[in-house]
């Protein structure tokens, strides 16, 4: 089998957070904000965020958007009960520090959240 | 069994079944009612005394809840409830139905509860009765949906009643019609010859437990034409409009010597939006078209009708502030934390904060 050296590795985290898009961001960042405040974030509430902040409008898209991270192990999909649920990985969050430190994208509300909190 | 909670879920349990059992907190309010079963005066006590009506106030329909808690959620094991979110009887007693359920490790099958749930017009009706839903749609009724525990939820909306005029009696009848002619589907596979598929009382039951939102709508179908487009134009404007669908079901109705076939093209629309619908095809020698019978099963209620209930209930407190300052009201000086402000409004603006964020991915062990 191919060996991969650390040099390498790096280079491909790189890569692929530099590859992210501004859905991906948001749904590590929203991720982060709902687990931190001990919320469950689902798919749901992920189409209906994604669309109040119009990055897209169909769950096509929203699926293909988490699908892509969880695929990359920046999300874990979680079945609980009837809903998908989302949580950051530990590779996800490097992901997120990386792109919150380069500035790369600002965060927008989630609806979802802020209803939660009041 | 139908259970009608409040005075709006009353009237339509009662038009829908002679048998229904009505709640209520009021007794005045109740006696208004007429037709069906038994009926429950939910007493609900102050210090002042015995209350006679919930004045709109969730806490008291939630006070009724905790009174009966046991007894009603072994009435509502299997059966219907209807009740309206403005009102405080309907929206506190199930708040509290549907927390409890939220926090049911497994509801059976056989035992989900369907709810039909009346929803003010934010446009034109009371400002409680856009607050008291806003509420209970971001609270009970999401975790309620999120556990899985409820059946089916059908959201019926007064956006019609007001810009028609429609009086209300003439509404609930419209509204129990067009219920009535979604809950006959397994009864006419029954009684109708069949021509293709079938949906049995099992089929119905199981579809009816699905713990998702229910648009369901009919047409005169003409095969010439797209499906999708006839469906868009004849979305049930008694209800809320539905998001894509998630599962479906639908029932295709042809007159004597009508084309049987014509349901491929249905399978075929949902197959392009990845659903396979449980469906059949009767035939109906009563009808000259053919007619179609259509359920969506959608997830959760679209954010912007939250959006909608928020923004017009916040005109009504900014209308309210402004009234008490301009009758010269002396306000208390609040103490405020100018960071805690400067956070506050940032996160409302979406700003990332950057140590926040860093800070949360380090306590949850992630970084």
Redo the contacts between chains.
Sequence with gaps: MAQVNDEELGKLFNEQVERLQEGQFLVLYWATLAEGAKINYNITNLFDDLKSARVTRTKQTVMGIAQALENLCFIDLREEKNRKNIYITRYGAKALETIIKQKRYTGKKSAFLEAQEK | MTIGIGGAGSKIAAKLDKNAVLINVSEVEMNKVQGGGRRILARVTSEHGQFKGSMKSRQIGNDAYLAMSRELLEMIRGNSVFFSTGGGTGNGIVSGIMTDLSKMDNVPIAEKTFFGVILPYAKLETNEFVINTTEFL?GPLTEAI???NTGNIVLFSNKRKFEEEIGEDDYNTMLVQSLREFLSIPEKNEKNKLLDGHIDQEDFSLFLSK?YFNHFTFLDYDPAKPFEEQLQANYNDLLLPPE?PIEAMFLVEVPKGGDATAFYKIINYFDSIKVSPVYSVIENTDLQKIRVTVALLY??K???L??DFNRISEDHVHAKVQKSVEQYVRLNTLKVNLEDEAKKVA??????D?DN??E??R??G??
């Design positions: 971001t999120d556990s899985g713990s894509s997830s959760r679209p954010m912007e939250v959006d996160r409302s603006r979406g700003d990332v950057e964020i860093l949360t991915l306590r949850l992630k970084l």
